[in-house]
């Protein structure tokens, strides 16, 4: 069985409409977060076996040259590195924040501290608990912003203390700021393209 695990349900639609009802595929939401993303991958791997695990979603570019859309992975298997390479995904080093890289004054810094290509928030912990229990894992990331651009809200600030967006927060930032909406529209469509070239990627590779 092989797990594809997404940290949001906004992730994963477009990859269960291509694989359908792939034999021997598992798709798991594991919440957002590296806490989130660890529970929830122990507890599905405690209940069944998986002989891969990729952890997928949306990304933040630091790499300048990395466009909305593109697919970057990271990971030490061999194998399925090439096979990664092969379906149309790029190698890149791939950090794991704590929090949403807002700004594009978030990403220069990141970029410059950490030498990463892209920004996420729980594929560190999903390759832990994957060494941990000697399963073959990568993260497989499309990037939904660039890094010259920032998001039109400051994320962070929308999340409660689980990591889940509070909905009346949102609410009633957009409501205060109604000129963003044109804003956050565009990124909503640029995130279900970004989705949708995911899913074609991870296809070939499961």
Known sequence: MKLVCFA??????????????HAGVATLVTGMGRRNAESA??????????????TCGFAGGLHPELAPGTVVFETTDTDLAARLAGAGAKPAKIFCADRVAVTVADKQALRQTTGADAVEMESAAIQ????????????VRVISDAAAEDLPLDFNRLYRRDMSLDGGKLAL???????????LM?????????????????????
């Open 173 to 183: 930032t957009i409501a205060q700021a109604p000129w963003k909406i044109p804003a």
């Open 8 to 21: 949001v349900k906004e992730e994963a639609p477009a990859f269960r409409k291509l694989a359908g009802p």
């Open 41 to 54: 991958v122990r507890h599905f791997l405690a209940r069944q076996p998986a002989e891969l695990v990729l």
């Open 186 to 206: 565009r990124l909503q469509k640029r995130c279900q393209f970004a989705a949708e070239r995911l899913a074609d990627v991870l296809l070939r590779v499961i």
């Open 128 to 139: 832990n608990v994957c060494r941990e229990l000697k399963i073959p894992c990568a993260t």
